[in-house]
């Protein structure tokens, strides 16, 4: 199974911060990398799929990059409503695998 | 609206088996493969399986393939996982979600709610 290890595994930032979340997969995945945001009580939400591409409907101070065992997550500027847990998760093969989880909260 | 509408909270004693539903719509059914998920408490999820909508075709995960089933029934947008021999370290909320691509892609663009089955004898 491929492991996806995220860092860190929790975050403090403030409104208007700069983010950057990580995520490495222990064997190349090429750009089948796929970011969730997930607050408590509610099911994951797609933020961002291929490594890059951004889902419909997601602002766009969210991005992604990233290609083979190295990816990022980065928001450019935090509003309240982006605190919660990001999950990455490889789509390259099965079984499907997802990072352990970066909680960000609010400084 | 598309949505993915699941079962009720479940209780279940050690050893027996549990059934959750997953009713589709606002969408084409057959044009979306499956998935299962689940997620333990303060864990991310974990995948069990998927099912083509079309020709019922399953892939399970090596760690679910003898104790969870996956079924559909394309005349009502419905999906169903079976988990049985059911033990304590099951509980978690169970999810379905769309897969985006039209085929096997395993990318998760829509989920239900979650179905939170408890284990406890």
């Known amino acids: 199974d491929i492991q996806m290890t995220q860092s860190p595994s929790s975050l403090s930032a403030a409104v208007g911060d700069r983010v950057t979340i990580t995520c490495r997969a222990s064997?190349?995945?090429?750009?089948?990398l796929n970011w969730y945001q997930q607050k408590p009580g509610k099911a994951p939400k797609l933020l961002i799929y291929?490594?890059?591409t951004l889902y419909t409907g997601v602002p766009s101070r969210f991005s992604g990059s990233g290609s083979g065992i190295d990816f990022t997550l980065t928001i450019s500027s935090l509003r309240p409503e982006d605190f919660a847990t990001y999950y990455c998760q490889q789509s390259d093969s099965n079984p499907v695998t997802f990072g352990q989880g970066t909680k960000l909260e609010i400084k | 609206q598309m949505q993915l509408v699941q079962s009720g909270a479940e209780v279940k004693r050690p050893g027996t088996s549990v059934r959750v539903s997953c009713q589709t719509s606002?969408?084409?059914?057959?044009?979306?493969?499956m998935h299962w998920l689940r997620q333990a408490p303060g864990q991310g999820p974990e995948w069990m399986g998927c099912?083509?909508?079309?020709?019922?075709?399953?892939v399970y995960a090596q760690k679910f393939k003898d104790w969870v089933t996956l079924t559909r029934d394309p005349s009502i947008s419905t999906g169903w996982m079976e988990l049985t021999r059911l033990r304590s370290h099951d509980t978690a909320v169970y999810y379905c979600?769309?897969?985006?691509?039209?085929?096997?892609?395993?990318?998760?663009?829509?989920w239900g709610r979650g179905t939170l089955v408890t284990v406890s004898s």
């Open positions: 291929d490594a890059s």
């Open positions: 606002g969408y084409i059914f057959s044009a979306y493969w």
């Open positions: 064997q190349s995945i090429s750009t089948y």
């Open positions: 099912i083509s909508p079309n020709t019922g075709e399953t």
């Open positions: 979600a769309r897969d985006k691509s039209g085929s096997e892609g395993r990318i998760f663009d829509l």
